[in-house]
């Protein structure tokens, strides 16, 4: 099973289920877990391959679906019943598919520096990244991703967090993680088309040029459901970079389900 930490608050019966992203881990989520753990309990996950959840050897193939499923064990086994969900960049691809497959179990999704849409830069970086998989050391690719998705200097703590949470993988982790922007283009594609009856909160950097065009097409098709908030000065790893203004905004859209 996918490794996980629970933070519990006895006078609250509200989940907040956290996902990070691809090379990250819930080490992610430090400047978080003590203002949410005030107002809610919190469950942080390690995704398959990443964090604790490299001792575990997982069998199915790796897909969304598939991905999905794991943190569907987990709050299976914790017998939570439903949950808010908060994401940070491809961990935003896991809840929204895990909300296509179980939307009784979504109460929100927070979807901080969300994928919607690759623009030609991104879809450069995954031929490249396609192309050299197997050749070159995977944190060599890693970096150049995460300089060219994270520019700024700014962004350099973000940057350098991410970078460092790679290092713990393994090239061949990094590898089937990477195989998943196979299924990427049809599935985003999906996700723009169909808006789900689910309060959906995007929160974004107004630097994160790779993804926030799309999110705010997005959010104008998907009125009915979607809020957008975009902070200042901030680039794509929006809950490290600037994350009181994360914090207050979030936890803000929460308290409208008590």
């Known amino acids: 099973m996918t490794n996980y930490t629970i933070y519990d608050n006895p006078s609250s019966n509200q989940w907040v289920t956290f996902v990070h992203g691809a090379g990250g881990s819930s080490s992610i989520w430090f400047k978080q877990i003590r203002e949410f753990q005030k107002h809610f309990n919190v469950l942080l996950l390690d995704l398959r391959g990443h964090g604790d959840s490299k001792k575990t050897s997982f069998t199915k193939k790796y897909t969304f679906k598939s991905i999905a499923q794991d943190v569907i064990k987990v709050i299976d086994h914790l017998k939570i019943q439903s949950s808010h969900f908060v994401g940070i960049s491809l961990g935003t691809i896991v809840i929204r598919q895990l909300a296509e497959m179980y939307p009784e179990r979504v109460k929100s999704m927070i979807m901080g520096g969300a994928i919607l849409k690759m623009n030609f830069r991104s879809q450069i970086l995954m031929r490249v990244g396609n192309v050299f998989k197997y050749i070159l050391p995977y944190l060599v690719l890693y970096k150049l991703f995460a300089f060219i998705i994270m520019p700024k200097d700014n962004h350099k703590q973000s940057r350098l967090l991410f970078i460092n949470e790679a290092k713990k993988l393994y090239q061949k982790e990094f590898i089937k993680w990477f195989k998943l922007t196979?299924?990427?283009?049809?599935?985003?594609?999906?996700?723009?088309?169909?808006?789900?009856?689910?309060?959906?909160?995007?929160?974004?950097?107004?630097?994160?040029?790779?993804?926030?065009?799309?999110?705010?097409?997005?959010?104008e098709a998907h009125y009915k459901t979607a809020k957008l908030f975009v902070i200042e000065k901030c680039g794509h790893v929006v809950n490290v970079e600037q994350a009181s203004v994360f914090n207050d905004q979030v936890i803000g859209f929460l308290k409208e389900f008590k």
């Not at 594609?189 to 097409?217: A, C, H």
């Open 182 to 219: 196979a299924e990427i283009n049809p599935v985003l594609r999906w996700f723009r088309q169909v808006e789900l009856n689910i309060p959906t909160f995007y929160i974004m950097g107004e630097e994160d040029y790779m993804f926030l065009p799309s999110v705010k097409k997005v959010v």
